[in-house]
């Protein structure tokens, strides 16, 4: 067990943050579907299509995720571990999730306002969480900066063409497109700018000063291959 006040190796960390995120991010889509005032944009497309098919929610977002990652294979982008994890975990956890907080729909209108706003919230943690974590983006963000790179074209103008057409798309297949929509689009990207930077994990870099108690350990150059203390 580390020592009080130490913080676990860097990569742990990642992971660990990585996880937490991406749980929180299906239990953000669970709330805001199940309270049927509107979907994230991406998640009008996948409530269509599973309408239209019979497939579950959770199976069409993962199968959604794991086609737009093959979209990265002609624009040359890597995907990270992070990526790979976005579309499983999230895929995996959107139906329990959606059966979980079941009940939600049948809440009345004020509640489900309620449930709508903490969805958005709680997206936004989830999100800062995840990118944050510095494991690669999730497979439609890099669609995005892909198709930035190849039309250079302003980033807000690529991703609102991407959300557009992906919102008539669900809306069109019966996907449920409302004021939560509107709210997600208007209100995610800020609370992510003020969530991101204290969520951010630094890469490694030089050593610095450790406080012990009331002695400060300063990390001698590489070179002398011993510790100052003062």
Known sequence: MAPAGVLPPPRLRRGVQLLIGLV???LSMALLVDSALG???????????????????GAV???ISALVLACWVPMRQRPGVGTVANVLVIGLLADPFLALVAGVGDLAVGWRVVVAAAGIGLNGLATALYVGAGLGPGPRDGLMT???????????LVRTAIEVAVVLSGIALGGTFGVTTVAYALLVGPLVHVLLPPLRIAPAGPPHPVR????????APPEQGRTTVV
């Open 24 to 26: 929180l991010y299906a």
């Open 39 to 57: 979907n994230m944009p991406w998640d009008v497309l996948s409530e269509g299509v599973a309408r239209r098919t019979g497939l579950s929610f």
């Open 61 to 63: 977002t993962l199968v």
């Open 146 to 156: 892909g198709l930035v790179a190849r039309t250079g074209r302003p980033v807000a």
């Open 212 to 219: 012990v108690d009331a002695t400060v350990v300063r990390p």
